[in-house]
């Protein structure tokens, strides 16, 4: 089978001026428009204005470990990050999509490479396969290209940049 990777940029389903950071706006437009291509699809994103901040500033990008006297800091931050899923999945389900949440944090480390990549790619086409669309959240830049040789997806799409609301996104049947 195919796969078709979806990534929605942080940044576009968050709006740092908005209380819980969430772009519902974006988020549901994307989420009608992805329905006709769901079928096949894996679709990941990131943290946007709720977790890339904290990251920079606590220097997790870079060691992928924080420091013992911001532990605190840290499991505020997952809250968010997890909240943020959460609001994601929900979208996707209101458009009819059958996503489930799947926490691919689990499945890589620092770099981004992917540790268990036989547990998660059975994982993931047990769950594709079944008719769902596993949903998952990113931290580090690059993992979308961690998904292209493990899974041999016929297509990737990484959609990152905040189109007006109105405006079409790009066809991802063509």
Do not use: W
Request: include cysteine.
């Amino acid at each position: 089978m195919k796969y078709h990777l979806i990534k929605l940029g942080g940044s576009i389903i968050t709006d740092p001026v908005l209380k819980d950071f969430f772009n519902k706006k974006n988020t549901s437009r994307l989420a009608g428009e992805l329905y006709p291509f769901h079928q096949g699809c894996i679709i990941i994103h990131g943290t946007g204005h709720i977790g890339k901040p904290p990251a920079i500033k606590y220097h997790y990008l870079e060691s992928g470990i924080i420091d013992k006297k911001d532990h605190l800091i840290a499991l505020s931050i997952k809250d968010s990050i997890l909240q943020l899923h959460q609001l994601v999945v929900r979208e996707l389900l209101k458009a009819k999509i059958p996503a489930i949440p799947m926490d691919i944090l689990h499945f890589s480390g620092v770099s981004a490479s992917i540790k268990n990549d036989a547990l998660l790619k059975n994982k993931i086409r047990q769950l594709v396969g079944n008719g769902l669309v596993p949903v998952g959240i990113i931290l580090a830049p690059g993992i979308l290209n961690q998904f292209h040789e493990p899974l041999r997806h016929s297509r990737a799409v990484d959609v990152v940049e905040a189109l007006p609301v109105g405006t079409p996104s790009r066809n991802l049947a063509g």
